[in-house]
């Protein structure tokens, strides 16, 4: 086995002619939801499977990554943790909040918090990004996957809270949860207005891409906030 920088900590791993996305272990000897831990010399890598991962297939999808080592990140829509603890493994010197409203699916993640200090989990309304500016300090990236009919507005509201100035925003669009009866373009092309067109958005895209046959009717958007 070998493996290959992809960007910072996120790594591919080539056994023959099989590749695999992964991240550097935080907690080595840990997994965290069943996935394979592999080793190759002196590293432990975790696989990241891009079908359980919109984050996973946007990168693979070539959209670019804006995560360093030293990253703070404000990630909405955290359900039981899969994705966020990658984000933390990539982020290794820096901090994740993770934001989710269930407290069913927030029990769930909280044992990855206990093992990973890097999260700070917040059981909150992504909606409402007052109620936990308390807490949350200015970030480099926000990442948001909460597949919510009002999901541009959630992201712009939060990147308007806590983004800082030439930092990037990363979402994936679920067209079905915004609209389930119109096309997905036209979807996509309504959130992107929300979210880029508006007077006060600070946002300019830098990439768009969908997500498919990895995730159907999924559009990954990079954006970066100007001032
Ligand atoms: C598609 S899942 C996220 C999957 C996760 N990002 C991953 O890759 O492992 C969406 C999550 O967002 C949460 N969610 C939806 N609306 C929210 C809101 N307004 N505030 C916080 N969490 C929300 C849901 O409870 C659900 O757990």
Redesign the pocket.
Known sequence: MKAKTFHENIFTLQQGKKRFLATRNLSPGLEVYGERLVQVEQTEYRVWEPK????AAMLLKKLPSPFTNTSKVL??????????SHVSDIVQQGVVYA????PR?MRDMLPICEERPNIIPLL?????PGSYANVVEPVDVV?Q????PDQAS?ALSNVQHFLKPGGYLLM?I?ARSVDSTAKPDTVFKQQLKTLLEQDNSKLELVKKQKLAPLHIDHLGVVARKTE
């Open positions: 359980r991962s919109k984050l990630y909405l829509g955290s359900a039981t943790g899969t994705t966020v934001v989710e409203f269930s699916t909150a309304d992504a909606s409402k990442f996957d909460v597949a919510q959630i994936s679920k």
